[in-house]
């Protein structure tokens, strides 16, 4: 049965600072990854998607790396700005079942 | 494109009270769609899978009773949450499939927020 974990569930990166988001997944077999943001009380905004037969994805200053072998999904953001404050959600699996992550709560301190 | 509206996106009702949810695809046809559940500060949960023309598959420990999924059309699939109490407050998002093919990702509604007093 898949598992996906964000550790850790929040982050503190100061303005400016490159960020760095974990996603782990236990079942190899999937189709795809995908990265959102979600906003206080809102809904989810998709940054990238990541098919099981690529390794990255990039999207403006995001980018998105998958290695099946480990389990392992990162979101990489250089220069990070306040706007980028955020939860972050991944979701692994096939088009028909996504198994999600709890999140990562990002905060950027300017 | 690939547009998902769903609305209301906040209601505010008294107990008892039964409320419906749309969730429309603007710019596609979706044979499949999805309503996902979301408490405060925790991930989504799967509630349903609604197929058009069919009857919704209920994940494990979601009430069919309670929460009436109707997918009439390949454009709209409405949620129902039936006689609602302030334990269904939460926060409903839905999503729509595009396409039919396995790398296809499922596009978002903005979600609505339910309140229950």
């Known amino acids: 049965k898949q598992e996906v974990t964000q550790i850790p569930a929040a982050l503190s990166v100061p303005e400016g600072e490159n960020l760095v988001l974990n996603c782990s997944f236990t079942?190899?077999?999937?189709?795809?990854l995908q990265w959102f943001r979600q906003d206080p009380g809102k809904g989810l905004t998709s940054l990238l998607l990541i098919q099981s037969s690529q390794r990255e994805q990039t999207s403006g200053r995001l980018n998105a790396s998958l290695d099946k072998s480990s389990g392992r999904s990162t979101l990489y953001s250089a220069a990070s700005q306040p706007g980028d404050s955020a939860t972050y959600l991944c979701?692994?699996?096939?088009?028909?079942?996504?198994?999600w992550g709890a999140g990562t709560k990002l905060i950027i301190k300017p | 494109g690939a547009v998902v509206s769903q609305h209301p996106s906040w209601v505010i009702c008294k107990s008892g009270t039964s409320v419906k949810i749309e969730c429309r695809s603007l710019?596609?046809?979706?044979?499949?769609m999805f309503w996902y559940r979301q408490f405060p500060k925790q991930s989504l949960m799967l509630m349903a899978t609604s197929n058009e023309g069919s009857k919704a598959t209920y994940e494990q420990g979601v009430e069919k009773d309670k929460f009436l999924i109707n997918h009439a059309s390949l454009t709209l699939s409405t949620l129902t949450v039936t006689s609602a109490h302030p334990e269904d407050s939460s926060f409903y998002i839905c999503?729509?499939?595009?396409?039919?093919?396995?790398?296809?990702?499922?596009?978002f509604g903005d979600g609505t927020r339910l309140s229950i007093l």
């Open positions: 979701a692994g699996g096939s088009n028909y079942q996504l198994i």
């Open positions: 079942d190899s077999a999937i189709y795809n």
């Open positions: 999503s729509a499939l595009q396409g039919r093919t396995s790398n296809q990702p499922q596009h």
């Open positions: 710019d596609f046809q979706a044979t499949t």
